[in-house]
């Protein structure tokens, strides 16, 4: 598994309406179930948070957490950070957490492309490198009351649209709605693209209310500031903090760092649906058949 690089007995001095004692009902609840890995109580408080301290709910979001990284194999296999597929990957588009909280107390991550060559945009990639990095990422940065994203689309394109597989979208919104450890409280485009309509037709479909009202987009620059203020974003974006390249690079670093650990974390994180009681799961209960989808067309 994973590695925590947080102190548990801080978190919950940090939130003292997170009860101890109830965590710990869920983590025994998990290591009951037959067809789940025994997550340890640092991770089981991730949820828990993220689900409002919800015991009910918690319960069903680790076991959509778990199912996805089982069957949804497009972002969740073949997570060996030294390869040269996840290497591109990752040098195509920032990973940047900033370093400071908005004053509401928000985590915020941004990323831009960084190779503007849409022949190197490999979609499914990209998401399994931001998807694995944010695991990596909140169990060394414990609990945050919530967490924005910026999109810069800087050099996004048509061709890049293009190379965006519809059914990967489905199962990736999917993760991001039903099953994510964290409460994201905005998602915010910046530099917006003139075929913004095409973008937003293709991914709809998929998208529930709730994160419907939660995304933004920003012709100027200047409209981010009422949620993000000038001063956290990177000196490149008018910012005091650093250009976003070096905060790119601690990410990197960071992923590189965790190469064994996350090799073990995908053997280990998972369902056994052998096990798991009534009816096991498949990735058809969850997504449909495949075939149903056209691909995409731009005119």
Not at 188 to 194: A, E, K, L, R
Not at 206 to 215: G, N, P, S, V
Request: aromatic share 12%; net charge neutral.
């Amino acid at each position: 598994m994973l590695s925590i690089d947080f102190d548990l007995a801080e978190q919950y001095a940090r939130f003292p309406k997170v009860k101890a004692e109830d965590v710990q009902k869920i983590v025994a609840w998990v290591h009951d179930q037959p067809h789940m890995p025994n997550l340890s109580e640092p991770e089981v408080l991730l949820f828990y948070f993220a689900c409002k301290c919800s015991t009910e709910v918690t319960k069903q979001v680790i076991d959509k957490n778990l199912t996805c990284h089982t069957h949804i194999e497009e972002l969740f296999s073949n997570l060996n950070v030294q390869s040269p597929e996840i290497q591109r990957a990752i040098n195509v588009s920032s990973l940047a957490p900033l370093p400071t909280l908005t004053p509401e107390g928000y985590r915020v991550f941004m990323s831009n492309l960084r190779d503007l060559d849409a022949s190197s945009f490999n979609f499914p990639d990209m998401l399994k490198v931001y998807l694995v990095f944010l695991d990596i990422f909140i169990r060394r940065d414990g609990l945050q009351k919530g967490y924005v994203v910026i999109i810069d689309q800087t050099g996004f394109t048509l061709g890049h649209l293009s190379r965006m597989n519809v059914m990967v979208l489905k199962k990736a919104f999917y993760y991001f709605q039903e099953a994510l450890p964290i409460q994201l409280k905005g998602v915010h485009f910046i530099n917006v693209v003139p075929f913004l309509d095409k973008i937003l037709a293709l991914c709809s479909p998929f998208i529930k209310k709730e994160l419907f009202d939660i995304l933004h987009f920003h012709n100027k620059l200047e409209d981010l500031f009422q949620y993000v203020p000038l001063d956290m974003l990177p000196k490149d974006y008018g910012g005091s903090e650093v250009e976003i390249k070096q905060l790119h690079e601690r990410s990197r670093r960071m992923m590189i760092s965790k190469h064994q650990e996350i090799i073990e974390y995908k053997k280990l994180y998972r369902i056994d649906e052998n096990l798991r009681p009534g009816k096991p799961k498949k990735v058809s209960d969850l997504f449909g058949t495949e075939g149903n989808f056209r691909k995409l067309e731009i005119d």
